[in-house]
Every structure is written in C-alpha cells, then in structure tokens.
C-alpha cells in the first residue's frame, strides 16, 4: 500500500515542475538557435514577413518537442531528486519511516503527464505542423522562388538541379541549370545572369548570355546539340513540380499510417518506411514515461547527488537513448531487424534498467 503525503508531494511536485519548465525554455531555444541565421537571411534579403517566420517555428515546433519533452522529463526529475539527496532531505524522510517507494504514485502521475504531452506532439502536433508548413512553404515559394535558392551550392528540386553564384534580389550571377523536362531530358542550361519572374503557377527563368546543351532525343541520334543564346526563358510548372509532393510518413497521424501499412502489405508493397513513422510516434511517448523514473532513482543514488554530475549524466544517457534509436531505424531500413522491433529497443533496455534500479532502491 502507498501512503500519501501532501506536503511532500506538493513540495516536490512545484520543484519537478519548475526544473520542466526551465529545461523545457533553455531546449526550446538550443532548439532553434540553429536556424536563427537561416530565418535572418529570410527577412534582411528576401523581405519574409517577421509573422511569416513565427508562423514557421511555430509549426516546426512539434518536431523539436517530441525531442525536448522527454529530455525535460528526464532532467527534472534526475535534478530534483539530486538536489534531495544532496541536501540530505531524502535520510530525513527514510529516518522518519518514508521510504523511495512512497514516490512512486507521484513519479506515475507526472508520467503519465509527460507521456500525454508527447503523443499530443508525436500523433497530433507533428502531422499538422508538417502539413501546414508545406503550404506556406509552397505559397513563399509561389510568390519568391528565390525562397527556396541558396547561392553556391547545387539547389534540388524535383526534376531541375540549380546553382547560382550569386543570388539576390530575384536576380541570377553565373547560372548553372540541370533538367529534365519532357520536351528536352538531359538539358543543361549555362547563362551569366538571370533573373526570376513570377506568374500564376509557375516560375520564369530568364537567362541570358549563354549556352543550351541538349543530350540526344532518340537512341539512333547520337548527335549533342549546343546552342548559344542572348536571352532564353525557362519555365518551372510550380503545381507539378512542387504541390503536389507526395506526403513523407511522418505527416500522417497513427491512424492512417496503420491504414497506409495494411493496403501496402495487401498490395506486397515495402511498408518499412511506414511502420518506422508508426511505431515512433508510439514509442517516442513512452520513452518520455520512462525517463521520469529513471531520473528519479538515479537522483536518488549518493554517486549522482551532485548537480553538475546529474547534469552530466543526464546528457550521456540522453545521448546513448539517441544513438540506440537511430541504431535501431539503421538495421530496420537494412532489414536485419523487424521494423517493428526497431524503436522500442531503446525503451526496452533502458525500461529494464529503471526496473531494475528501482527494485534495488526500495529493497535497500
């Protein structure tokens, strides 16, 4: 039987609460640190509203919270209980006859509050944040093909491969153009300068001075055209070509990835992608359920009492639970492992090791 101890309870849940809410802010921001250059570049050269780029980290931000609330659960309990055993309240409470088992209904309600958190984000959050950011990427670039372009580098999009040297502006430097359109496969385009013109549902390229290499149409021709020019007009269909992408796994809530997985295995097609983006969605959340009580009874231990050491070893097992579940995807893609199998490994192992940490703990 489990006794109750309010004040206990309460003191404890306000110090796990605002250790959540503080790991939760400073991920959230080491999150996004990463794209504040990107998004910089958005407003001070392409003239993106700055409520178009809230609206953007606001949809991306499921993604990154399916990541941060596990990690916020395993780093304020872990940092709670340290902060208790090292302050010696944990040997007053056991003194008194209260022993770490007393713990455990408020370390399953605050579970089961973390894993709720992180379906709402894996099963919900992920598959609308995706769709809607498509969109009002698709619509950006719609507007400002210069959106999705970066200069120097080899621009991918689906049947054209773009480089630039410089861009800026709608404007083209030293132009480089690899498609594959129907009329002319195999055209390679060179040009000086260009610039970029829009129009309902499609994007024009004009180039200017410089060259078309076209490969040969038929296999009895095996002539290759050059032809030089002064100005010629490439036109990208933006529906074709972008709208309509086909949806990646992760966009679809569990409920029809499991109808996706059933039509392609009737079909006898490769589901593997499929079941991945299923079973993560699932597994994600209870590896944050695990994580409360892992770090409660390693905060418990002497040897982790210190802060800094909690810290520590919050961040290697954070890091080892990673690396396990992106081994575990690698040898599901290579079919050594069922797919199915594949991200419970971490919450298997790392499941066992809490049981068996806290089974120790309360028979002390």
């Given amino acids: 039987?489990?006794?109750?101890?309010?004040?206990?309870?309460?003191?404890?849940?306000?110090?796990?609460?605002?250790?959540?809410?503080?790991?939760?802010?400073?991920?959230?921001?080491?999150?996004?640190?990463?794209k504040v250059f990107e998004l910089t570049r958005l407003i001070?050269?392409?003239?993106?509203?700055?409520?178009?780029?809230v609206k953007l980290l606001i949809y991306t931000l499921p993604f990154f919270l399916s990541y941060i609330i596990p990690v916020s659960a395993l780093f304020s309990t872990l940092l709670t209980f340290c902060r208790f055993t090292q302050d010696k309240e944990f040997m007053a409470l056991k003194a008194s006859g209260i022993s770490?088992?007393?713990?455990?209904?408020?370390l399953t309600g605050f579970a089961f509050f973390c894993l709720?958190?992180?379906?709402?984000?894996?099963?919900?959050?992920?598959?609308?944040?995706?769709?809607?950011a498509r969109n009002l990427t698709f619509s950006l670039t719609s507007q400002k093909a210069e959106v999705a372009l970066k200069p120097g580098v080899f621009n991918s999009l689906p049947g054209?491969?773009?480089?630039?040297?410089?861009i800026e502006n709608g404007h083209l430097q030293n132009i480089f153009l690899?498609?594959?359109?129907?009329?002319?496969?195999?055209?390679?385009?060179?040009?000086?300068?260009?610039?970029?013109?829009?129009?309902?549902?499609?994007?024009?390229?004009?180039?200017?001075?410089?060259?078309?290499?076209?490969?040969?149409?038929?296999?009895?021709?095996?002539?290759?055209?050059?032809?030089t020019y002064q100005n010629?007009?490439?036109?990208?269909?933006?529906?074709?070509?972008?709208?309509?992408?086909?949806?990646?796994?992760?966009?679809?809530?569990?409920?029809?990835?499991?109808?996706?997985?059933?039509?392609?295995?009737?079909?006898?097609?490769?589901?593997?992608?499929?079941?991945?983006?299923?079973?993560?969605?699932?597994?994600?959340?209870v590896g944050a359920f695990i994580f409360v009580f892992l770090g409660a009874v390693l905060g418990l231990r002497e040897e982790t009492k210190k802060s800094l050491g909690g810290i520590s070893l919050g961040l290697i097992l954070?890091?080892?639970?990673?690396?396990?579940?992106?081994?575990?995807?690698?040898?599901?893609?290579?079919?050594v492992i069922p797919a199915h199998l594949s991200f419970w490994l971490p919450n298997l192992i790392f499941g066992g090791i809490t049981i068996y940490l806290w089974c120790r703990k309360i028979n002390d």
């Fill in 1 to 34: 039987m489990f006794t109750y101890y309010p004040t206990i309870f309460r003191h404890l849940l306000k110090e796990i609460f605002t250790y959540f809410i503080f790991t939760f802010i400073i991920f959230v921001f080491l999150f996004q640190i990463g």
């Fill in 44 to 53: 001070v050269i392409h003239h993106i509203s700055f409520s178009t780029i």
């Fill in 100 to 106: 770490s088992k007393a713990f455990l209904p408020l």
């Fill in 116 to 132: 709720i958190l992180t379906a709402l984000a894996t099963t919900l959050g992920i598959p609308w944040g995706s769709g809607v």
């Fill in 160 to 166: 054209v491969v773009l480089y630039a040297e410089k």
């Fill in 178 to 227: 690899y498609s594959e359109k129907k009329a002319y496969p195999g055209e390679t385009i060179i040009a000086q300068k260009g610039n970029i013109l829009h129009q309902k549902n499609k994007v024009i390229f004009q180039f200017q001075n410089g060259c078309i290499c076209r490969a040969p149409q038929k296999e009895k021709d095996l002539v290759t055209r050059f032809l």
């Fill in 232 to 285: 010629y007009n490439f036109v990208l269909e933006i529906p074709s070509h972008l709208g309509k992408r086909k949806k990646h796994p992760k966009e679809y809530p569990p409920w029809e990835l499991w109808k996706k997985i059933k039509t392609y295995k009737k079909e006898k097609k490769d589901s593997t992608s499929l079941i991945l983006a299923f079973h993560k969605k699932i597994s994600v959340p």
């Fill in 318 to 335: 954070f890091t080892l639970y990673q690396a396990l579940f992106i081994a575990g995807k690698n040898l599901a893609k290579a079919h």
